[in-house]
Nanobody, 126 residues
């Protein structure tokens, strides 16, 4: 079994920054693809960024390009989502998810991810 725990969410002003962290534990493998997804009230869950088994990074939504980045620390078993120049429309519950299949390019489909964290709230407001 694999467990994922997100942290780092909170309230930030527009144009501010936050770093979300996803801690993996349990029966994990280094090659798991990790994706960050988000869901705002009344909206469907959408993919944000992901990092594949071979560290290929894919932006799953255009609106975060140039503002968000993803990184993995294999030693600590964490995957971080660095968010800068946050906008009110970035507000959502952010989830990290793990795909246990070996993939050169990560999937943006929620159904491809077997393990999910509980989510962390990001609020962007002045």
């Amino acid at each position: 079994q694999v467990q994922l725990v997100e942290s780092g969410g909170g309230l930030v002003q527009p144009e501010g920054s936050l770093r979300l962290s996803c801690q993996l534990s349990g029966n994990t493998d280094d090659y798991y693809t990790i994706g960050w997804f988000r869901q705002a009230p009344g909206k469907e869950r959408e993919g944000v960024l992901c990092i594949s088994s071979i560290e290929e990074i894919t932006y799953l939504v255009d609106s975060v390009k140039g503002r968000f980045s993803i990184s993995r620390d294999h030693a600590k078993k964490t995957v971080n989502l660095q968010m800068t120049r946050l906008k009110p429309e970035d507000a959502a519950v952010y989830y990290c998810a793990a795909d246990k299949d070996y993939r050169s390019y990560c999937s943006g489909l929620s159904v491809d991810y077997e393990y999910w964290g509980q989510g962390t709230q990001v609020t962007v407001s002045s």
